[in-house]
């Protein structure tokens, strides 16, 4: 195959397969249950762990459910008290755990203006425990506990301590929990005699209902560094970590967690409804663990402790999602406004991809006037491939074209352009910012007016108008000359957010300027080479 031919159709691919990507991430991946529905879809058990007395349960690698303990129901249990602050309102419930989390700010309220609940009904809870005695797990599951305080509990100003305790006929548990105002805590849990259990924070939050390709499931960082992501769908229901410092249940936006940074902790992972992850602490008779739940807002994960902020994952592209997160995250604090800062992001990706890019689009403009010397050489060579091929990268030489240097602006914006997709798809910092306010008041969520969208394909229409090209094949040039509009329709029907396509329109209009600067430099390069022709003719 000719090296200009594999060029095209590179180029046709890599624009289609991403077509496909986006609209099949939108179109055929799951959608979400909202919270009010979650009960229909992962049905709390009140099931206990197998424990080998000689072997700690980690270290046996096993998180295996024994059997079932009678059936209870703790569905629509008897709320005790209710922790708020300015961001959230806190339930627990009569069974000692986080019953409810309700996000107060006005961000996160649908459109009827009703606040965001996060934990679905009828799933394991934040704080809940199960006893590896079946007997003893029962009891518990139809044992109230009793609360230090009770009613509305006001945690705006500082810190709140509540303790929860339950007198079983084995076991006395205490749970001593301090609250902060920006929903990290401390629990202090206390047992009366030394009897096996294991704590979970929860099952993960349900704060999403988009059909986006998303990460959700479970995140594990160990003592070495080393970060697990179970997706829901994914979970075996084996897995175990030792030493972790992070365990984490985590949606699009928000997550619960415990954390131990000093001794670590024994996790399991316990197999729920359709294969989806849910994680278990090892206990011991005095076990104290710091916990969170709520929204990944960076600078709030941070203040608690900067080993937090590991908790927001991206998903395949994390590695380059993190580090743009960073310098999104630097130059919002210099700017206050996310709109703004992404534009600059974008001006800076294409400075530093610059030199590449020069050096492609001059090949792209060297192989266009060259396509008349190639037709003549595929038609004199027509019946002798290799000798064709010979004589085409002789003259590529010749005149200094690559044929491959115009694909590679568009394979490294590739992996740009993923990583900055799921930054802007899962930063928590963009829910509710505003870029130009009565147009874009929202960079989550998609363009009102669907100005976004048109202008992406526009520009990308005019972009396409002043790049070089010399399609020999009349589909593949009708595809490519299509593609702008298939783009734009794409995200005008899916509610893409605006930030992502802001992000694109800018790109496409500093890539036009781009391509004019190099068009002018590519014009008097060929009068240079002519002028200098010229004068050579003359000398001989």
């Not at 797990?137 to 339950?166: C, I, M």
């Not at 990583?419 to 798809?425: C, D, G, H, K, T």
């Not at 090209?469 to 957010?497: C, H, R, S, V, Y």
Request: glycine letters at 6%; a positive charge; charged letters at 20%.
């Amino acid at each position: 195959m000719e090296q200009q031919d594999l060029n095209k159709r590179l180029l046709l691919a890599l624009a289609l397969s991403f077509l496909v990507f986006i609209g099949y991430s939108y179109l055929f991946s799951p959608k979400n249950v909202p919270v009010s529905q979650e009960s229909n879809r992962t049905t709390v058990s009140t099931e206990t762990f197998t424990v080998d007395k000689s072997v700690p349960q980690v270290e046996k690698g096993k998180a295996a459910v024994e059997k079932k303990a009678p059936a209870t129901d703790v569905s629509n249990r008897k709320a005790l008290l209710n922790v708020v602050s300015h961001t959230f309102k806190m339930t627990f419930d009569e069974l000692g755990r986080i019953e409810q989390f309700e996000l107060l700010e006005k961000k996160y309220q649908n459109a009827e203006g009703h606040n965001l609940r996060i934990l679905g009904a009828n799933v394991a809870k934040p704080l809940e425990i199960r006893f590896a005695d079946a007997a003893l797990n029962a009891e518990a599951f139809k044992t109230p506990y009793s609360a230090s305080v009770s009613g509305r509990v006001d945690a705006k100003n500082g810190p709140v301590t509540v303790t929860l305790t339950q007198k079983l006929s084995k076991v006395t548990v205490t749970k001593k929990v301090t609250i902060q105002p920006n929903g990290a805590y401390t629990l202090d849990l206390e047992l009366s005699d030394n009897v096996p259990y294991f704590i979970t924070p929860g099952h993960r939050p349900l704060a999403d209902n988009s059909r986006y390709m998303l990460v959700r499931g479970a995140l594990i960082k160990t003592a070495d560094g080393v970060i697990t992501v179970i997706e829901d769908g994914d979970a075996k229901g084996d897995e175990t970590f030792k030493n972790a410092q992070i365990a984490s249940a985590f949606d699009r936006y928000v997550a619960t967690m415990f954390y131990d940074f000093k001794k670590g902790m024994d996790v399991s992972v316990l197999k729920v409804g359709k294969d989806d992850p849910l994680l278990f602490v090892k206990g011991s008779q005095s076990l104290h663990l710091g916990g969170y739940i709520g929204p990944k807002e960076y600078h709030t994960l941070a203040s608690i402790n900067p080993e937090l902020t590991d908790a927001i994952e991206f998903g395949w592209f994390t590695f380059l999602s993190k580090p743009f997160f960073k310098v999104l995250l630097w130059l919002h604090s210099h700017i206050g406004n996310w709109g703004w800062a992404i534009i600059l992001f974008t001006l800076l990706v294409k400075l530093i991809l610059f030199p590449l890019s020069y050096k492609g689009m001059m090949s792209m403009q060297k192989l266009k006037d060259l396509a008349p010397k190639m037709k003549e050489l595929r038609e004199k060579y027509k019946g002798d491939p290799a000798k064709l091929n010979m004589k085409m990268m002789e003259m590529y030489k010749k005149h200094g074209a690559n044929p491959m240097g115009g694909c590679l602006p568009m394979l490294l914006q590739i992996p740009v352009f993923f990583a900055l997709y799921r930054v802007l798809l899962n930063a928590d910092e963009l829910q509710g910012a505003v870029w130009i306010h009565g147009w874009i008041d929202n960079l989550a969520a998609a363009d009102p007016y669907y100005i976004l969208p048109v202008l992406m394909g526009v520009s990308m229409w005019f972009q396409q108008r002043i790049t070089p090209n010399n399609f020999t094949d009349p589909m593949q040039e009708k595809i490519f000359k299509f593609f702008p509009i298939l783009m734009a329709g794409m995200f005008i029907i899916m509610p893409f957010p605006s930030g992502l396509v802001l992000y694109w329109v800018v790109n496409n209009i500093f890539t036009i300027g781009q391509q004019y600067i190099i068009n002018r430099a590519y014009e008097k390069h060929k009068a240079k080479a002519v002028e200098m022709a010229h004068k050579k003719g003359k000398e001989s």
